[in-house]
């Protein structure tokens, strides 16, 4: 080995590794090229056994191939379009069976009876009636004139049409017969929760029976359609104005009850302060008889007093007999009284009401009567000149609490006691006596008696107390 191979040794053993480090490269280059090569051969090796299978077969069986494959592609999209057709036709249905299931609206109808506005505003039943049978009759005329509902009348049936007009007119008869009797049904049920409903079922009714009569071209009338829902909505409206009739009747009853009560109790107090009257005559006759005989001094002063007295008392009467004068004179004189019952209605609610009664607890005892479990408190009593505007007057400041918004006889509020005493000693009476903490001692007894003996109390707490030493133990 020359001396400069030696000298050159380092260079040749870096050179050495990078001829490695390329031989690895290759290698691995090698393996990848060896991997594609097989993935070419298999591929290759694919492309014959198709070549083999389509080079098999002509023209003519590849075009068969081509249109048996299309075939089953427009049978799949056949059955799609079908699948699409009675997806719909499945949703139509959901909807229309939801739609005819009514009853579970009537409680949001409820909610939104207040809201009802009605369509005629006739001021009696007598004139809701007359209205009532105007419209009876004008679906009569249209039935009879064939406008209720028409039909194709050149249909023939086994070729004559005599036979097709006779079948359109049972379908006719049929149709306007199915009508009626949901109409009549609405109609007869009609309440004050159910109205908007029964128009929906009218109105549904109504399209059905159309879509019945569709193949022959037999449809009802619009115009027959509107006087039912105006039959439906004028019988409806009928029952509120009975209604309304029946309450302002009872009003007037209690009126005339009122009225009678109150001359029943000025007849006997007429009758009372004239016997007393012809008794303090009787005296004062006596009296001025025994004084006119009288020969002590004594006697004759304690006469005179006597005199005094009967005379004020027969003064007194007087007064009395000008106050029941007055309150026969002003028919609007009464009192209105604020009472409230803890055990029939809770705390902080009251009735203010009015009576024209000359001794108004009578009122208030008549309202406390077998129809409640327990007696009303009174809270306030106010006399007035004008009872009924008084009255009126609270009602419309405690409108907000008033328990029954519909019926506006029941006068029960929710309110508080304090804000109606200031209300009533601001505007009517500075001075009225009023009750804050109602009494309810029948009720409060009531709920005392309720509770458990004191015999009983101890026995169960000296159970408990066994039952806790045991669980000590």
Known sequence: MALSDYLKGPQHKARSVELEAELRVSGRRCASIEAELTALKDRYAELQELAKKYGAMDAAEVQREIYAERRVLQTVKDAVVEAKREAATVAAQVKELRDQVLVLEETLLLESFALYLPKFKLASTAEYKLRLDMIRAKQKDMIKLGTAATGNMNWEVNGKKSEGKKLVTDMVKLVIRSFNNECDSCVDNVKFDNVELGERRIRQSFDACNKLGRVMTVGLSEEFLRLKVDELHLAHEFQIKRQEEKEEAKRIREELREQQKLEQEIRAVREKITKERKHFSAALKELHIRLAKATSVEDHEALKAKIVEVEAGKAALDGEEKLIDYREQNAK?????????????????????????????????????????????????????????????????????????????????????????????????????????????????????????????QAEHAAASLAEAACTV
């Open 333 to 457: 004189a009464g009192y209105v009284y604020v009472i409230s019952n803890l055990g029939a209605f809770g705390e902080g609610v009251y009735k203010i009401g009015m009576t024209r009664r000359l001794d108004p607890m009578e009122r208030v005892d008549e309202l406390g009567d077998a129809s409640v479990p327990f007696w009303f408190d009174v809270h306030a009593m106010v006399f007035s000149d004008n009872a009924p505007s008084l009255e009126a007057k609270l009602h419309e400041r405690f409108a907000a609490g008033r328990l029954n918004k519909v019926n506006g006889r029941k006068e029960f509020f929710r309110a508080n006691i304090e804000e109606i005493e200031a209300v009533i000693r601001q505007h009517y009476d500075p001075v009225v006596e009023v009750v804050r903490e109602a009494a309810a001692e029948q009720y409060r007894e009531s709920l005392r008696m309720a509770l458990p003996s004191p015999a009983i109390q």
